[in-house]
């Protein structure tokens, strides 16, 4: 038997809380975890609230899913010291803990399957060039949004924001940050079009 979007929302729900609290014993600090995690909590919050009127596909839970496991453990190391991107740093002898550019790449990755599965659903866009440069474009938008939100915090707190930007000495952080956030919305829109489209047409199937 097939497992239906409403079976993929339950679980959806379950791993989403499950992780938000496993995050939340004893993180590196309870003010990089609450920053870090905030826009997973925002969108479940969302989700929750839209489900009659508006649900998603089953790979739009699933990858808003794998996105805020990505905050989660983030949040709870915080970027610059998840243990196993130490181990990767010092195997390939690396000058920094890169999970934080995991992080922007499905930044840019997640994003750009939810903003498409919006476009196509409201009926925005039709044309699949349009959709793609759309989508993109919006995704850099969030990048951009996002890197004006750790500067913001990092002048209202000053040192104690360290942690959640996550630079690590790096004079081009934010660049390669939106980098990251536009290789991995190309890379999903790319190769996971098809596969969207045919989740899209389930839900519509049981709608």
Not at 35 to 46: D, H, K, N, T
Request: aromatic letters at 12%; hydrophobic letters at 50%.
């Amino acid at each position: 038997m097939p497992v239906t979007v409403s079976n993929t929302y339950r679980l959806f729900i379950v791993l989403m809380l499950l992780g938000l609290i496993l995050s939340g014993i004893a993180p590196h600090d309870y003010f990089t975890w609450i920053l870090e995690v905030i826009p997973a909590v925002i969108a479940l919050i969302i989700l929750m609230l839209t489900r009659s009127t508006f649900p998603m596909s089953e790979m739009a839970y699933t990858l808003i899913l794998l996105h805020a496991w990505v905050l989660y453990i983030g949040g709870h190391y915080t970027y610059a010291e998840v243990p196993l991107f130490d181990w990767i740093k010092d195997l390939l002898h690396q000058d920094r803990n890169n999970y934080d550019k995991v992080g922007h790449f499905i930044q840019g990755f997640v994003p750009a399957i939810i903003t498409r599965e919006l476009l196509i659903r409201k009926q925005v866009v039709s044309k699949k060039g349009w959709l793609f440069f759309l989508s993109t474009c919006v995704c850099l938008a969030i990048s951009a949004v996002y890197e004006l939100i750790e500067a913001l915090v990092a002048i209202m707190t000053g040192e104690s924001a360290d942690a959640f930007l996550g630079t690590q000495g790096y004079v081009w952080d934010t660049q390669t940050d939106m980098l990251c956030a536009l290789i991995g919305a190309l890379c999903a829109l790319s190769f996971l079009s098809p596969w969207h489209d045919r989740s899209i047409g389930k839900l519509n199937k049981t709608s």
